[in-house]
């Protein structure tokens, strides 16, 4: 395994919050490489699957300039999760620990679905069109898909 490609302790080169960051799931049978990176980047054949993360359409993109291959909308933040981020001033902890009760709870079935969709794919790039690197939904996301699968009865 190509070790610049690690993230976090194990690997001690590339932190998840690095706006590069590659992540490697080690899936169930196979491995599928995550990326992250803003949708306002320019797109690249090595982006592999590209997918939007984000409930709202990106102001400025066009849906050409993108290049989606998946809009997964219904794996973003509740739109009342987000309005209380942004603009309640809810503070990045606490929408952590939302997000991922949404994520474990209310849009499980939209996450297994997302999985199987990406399953297929060697390199997947979801795209976020949030400013802050290091705090984001999209890192979150990242987490949960390359972490395994819960059984449905389990959290």
């Known amino acids: ?12 080169i590339l932190p998840l919050t690095h706006p590069l960051a590659h992540v490697r799931r ?4 196979e491995v599928m490489e995550l990326r992250l990176k803003r949708v306002y980047g320019e797109p690249d054949p090595s982006d592999g699957f590209r997918v939007l993360v984000d409930r709202l359409w990106p102001r400025g993109v066009s849906k050409e ?8 909308k219904e794996v973003a933040p509740s739109a009342e999760l987000r ?6 001033g809810m503070a990045w902890d606490a929408f952590a620990d939302a997000y991922r ?8 079935s939209a996450v297994e679905r997302l999985r199987t969709e990406l399953s297929p ?17 999209a890192k979150i996301l990242c987490e949960v898909l390359e972490s395994p ?3 449905l009865g389990g959290q």
């Open 26 to 29: 080690a899936g169930w049978d």
């Open 83 to 88: 309005k209380a981020f942004h603009q309640g």
């Open 1 to 12: 395994m190509d070790p610049t490609l690690l993230t976090g302790s194990a690997a001690g």
């Open 65 to 72: 300039r993108a290049a989606l291959d998946l809009w997964a």
């Open 101 to 108: 009760a949404e994520l474990a709870g209310a849009t499980r």
């Open 149 to 151: 699968p819960q059984p």
């Open 121 to 137: 794919h060697a390199v997947v790039t979801l795209l976020h069109a949030v400013r802050d690197d290091i705090q984001n939904h």
